[in-house]
């Protein structure tokens, strides 16, 4: 068993950084995957970016490209999300997710285990 716990949300202007956190109970987590998805009101889930197990590979939502940076520490157990020149657009509730796999997805349906969300708001 896994559980994920996200920090770092908040209210942002637009142009502004945040760096959300997802640290992760259990012993597995050097051998997880890890993603961070975001949602939304009246939207899907959808992908940001993931983090291969040993941190070699890190896919990106084309939308956030050149602009959020993931990272892990895996003897600290935490995930990180670094977003740089935050827009309105990226508003949403951001949630960290697991996976039972060190290699890393880019749907929901990859992930088996899911924190519960911190809200990121950005005004414009």
């Known amino acids: 068993q896994v559980e994920l716990v996200e920090s770092g949300g908040g209210l942002v202007q637009a142009g502004g950084s945040l760096r959300l956190s997802c640290v992760a109970s259990?012993?597995?987590?050097?051998?997880?995957?890890m993603g961070w998805f975001r949602q939304a009101p009246g939207k899907e889930r959808e992908f940001v970016a993931a983090i291969s197990s040993g941190g070699g590979s890190a896919p990106y939502a084309d939308s956030v490209k050149g602009r959020f940076a993931i990272s892990r520490d895996n003897a600290k157990n935490t995930v990180y999300l670094q977003m740089n020149s935050l827009k309105p657009g990226d508003t949403a509730v951001y949630y960290c997710?697991?996976?039972?796999?060190?290699?890393?997805?880019?749907?929901?349906?990859?992930?088996?285990?899911w924190g519960q969300g911190t809200q990121v708001t950005v005004s414009s």
């Open positions: 997710a697991a996976r039972k796999s060190p290699v890393p997805g880019r749907t929901r349906y990859d992930y088996y285990y």
């Open positions: 259990g012993r597995t987590f050097s051998r997880n995957a």
